[in-house]
């Protein structure tokens, strides 16, 4: 059974920082790339960052970059999103999601994700 499982969410203050892990199992890891999103109140669920499984090539929504870094420990299953400079916006419930690797093809897209975790809230304080 294919499981991801997002935790590490919080209360944080503006310009705190977090970092949310997604632990995976019931797959070929290694074969997977996994995607970060988020959805806050009211909006749809938006690409934050996604990871490559065969050359760790990393993608960032414009609203992260260079605040949000995401890696990944194939040894350990995990996906990790580290979380500086947080900001009020940056506020939702985070999920992992995982695919197939196949480039950056659509990877903001929710829509080609067929595996996903139960979300961790992020709140972030002003």
Same mark, same amino acid.
């Given at each position: 059974?294919?499981?991801?499982?997002?935790f590490?969410g919080?209360?944080?203050?503006a310009g705190g920082?977090?970092?949310?892990?997604c632990a995976a199992s019931?797959?070929?890891?290694?074969?997977?790339?996994?995607?970060w999103?988020r959805?806050a109140?009211?909006k749809?669920?938006?690409?934050?960052?996604?990871?490559?499984n065969?050359?760790?090539r990393?993608?960032?929504a414009?609203?992260v970059?260079?605040r949000?870094t995401?890696?990944r420990?194939?040894?350990?299953?995990?996906?990790?999103l580290q @979380?500086?400079?947080?900001?009020?916006?940056?506020?939702a419930?985070?999920?992992c999601a995982?695919?197939?690797?196949?480039?950056?093809? @659509?990877?903001?897209?929710?829509?080609?994700y067929?595996?996903?975790g139960?979300?961790?809230?992020v709140t972030?304080?002003?």
């Open positions: 059974e294919v499981q991801l499982q997002a590490g919080g209360l944080v203050q920082t977090l970092k949310l892990s019931g797959f070929r890891f290694d074969l997977y790339a996994i995607g999103f959805q109140p009211g749809e669920r938006e690409g934050v960052s996604l990871i490559r065969s050359n760790g990393t993608y960032y414009d609203s970059k260079g949000f995401i890696s420990d194939n040894a350990k299953n995990t996906v990790y @979380m500086n400079s947080l900001k009020p916006e940056d506020a419930v985070y999920f995982a695919r197939l690797d196949q480039g950056g093809r @659509m990877w903001s897209s929710e829509f080609h067929p595996y996903w139960q979300g961790t809230l972030v304080s002003s």
